[in-house]
């Protein structure tokens, strides 16, 4: 399903949560609309922002990362589509390269000194050195590319199905796979991806959830429940902001970000235990 028609329709929605909100901005309320029946076995939990960033609100964004001490993003929509390195401090883009019309943008991961960005139906990746974003080689996958991050040695691959891919970065094979499930429940919709500390962390597209999941068995170990922060991105902008889609890890410093879709803003966040 194509995401424009789904975006779309998602604006009156967006107008309706903020107009029942009644202005309150408060990220981390209990009894979220989000909140689900719980399985056993799986953790919750909320969030709290420690640090608030620029983003371009340009950016539709598809893949992020954190890499040295920089952003690298890829962005989606037909022309409008890129790879970018962006300061973290300031927001701004340092370094961009379009990507030709024909192509939607998706997910990007940074391994071996390479970057790996995906195309949502051309079933068409590109490689580039992410020094100078000079395109290296394309190759080949079957069926949609949506989210993209690696565990140091393979590539890691959503495609809005609840399959996730792990793919040799040299040889682009799939080396295995894992069916995404809470309990019994498969997890459709697997959106941006980053492999924090063992976990995948993935964006249920639609959601402002972010699903842990066991690279192993493919259980979910855990949800986070960002609802609150698409209102806090918007707050202050006049013009419609999409979902949350977008998770960067800073090893280094143990730092989370996310973002969105056309958000003007970008969150460092630290989890807290659902009660
Ligand atoms: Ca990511």
Not at 75 to 80: E, K
Not at 104 to 125: C, I, M
Not at 176 to 188: E, L, M
Request: hydrophobic share 35%.
């Amino acid at each position: 399903m194509s995401k424009i028609l789904k975006f779309m329709p998602m604006l009156p929605i967006m107008y309706l949560l903020i107009a029942c909100s009644g202005g309150t901005n408060s990220p981390a309320q209990e009894n979220h609309p989000e909140d689900q029946p719980r399985s056993a076995g799986v953790q919750y939990f909320t969030y709290e922002v420690i640090n608030t960033f620029p983003h371009d609100p340009s950016a539709y964004t598809q893949g992020l990362v954190f890499h040295g001490d920089a952003l690298y993003e890829s962005t989606g929509l037909n022309g409008q589509s890129s790879i970018r390195k962006v300061e973290l401090q300031t927001g701004k883009v340092l370094r961009k390269v379009e990507v030709a019309p024909q192509f939607f943008g998706e997910g990007l991961a940074l391994l071996n000194d390479r970057a790996y960005q995906l195309t949502w139906q051309s079933q068409q990746g590109f490689i580039y050195d992410p020094n100078d974003f000079r395109l290296l080689k394309t190759f080949k996958y079957t069926g949609e590319g949506w989210g993209l991050t690696h565990d140091g040695h393979s590539l890691i691959m959503s495609d809005g199905t609840p399959r996730i891919r792990f793919l040799d970065p040299d040889s682009l094979a799939v080396q295995r796979t894992i069916d995404v499930a809470d309990g019994q429940s498969p997890i459709h919709q697997i959106n941006e991806l980053e492999y924090i500390k063992g976990e995948i962390y993935a964006n249920i597209y639609q959601t402002e959830r972010i699903a842990r999941i066991d690279p192993e068995s493919g259980k979910v170990t855990a949800w986070i429940n960002l609802s609150g922060l698409r209102l806090l991105s918007q707050q202050d902008q006049q013009r419609p902001i999409d979902v949350l889609n977008g998770i960067a890890y800073d090893e280094a410093r143990g730092r989370i970000f996310v973002t969105g879709k056309l958000w003007p803003k970008l969150f460092e966040i630290k989890l807290k235990a659902s009660k």
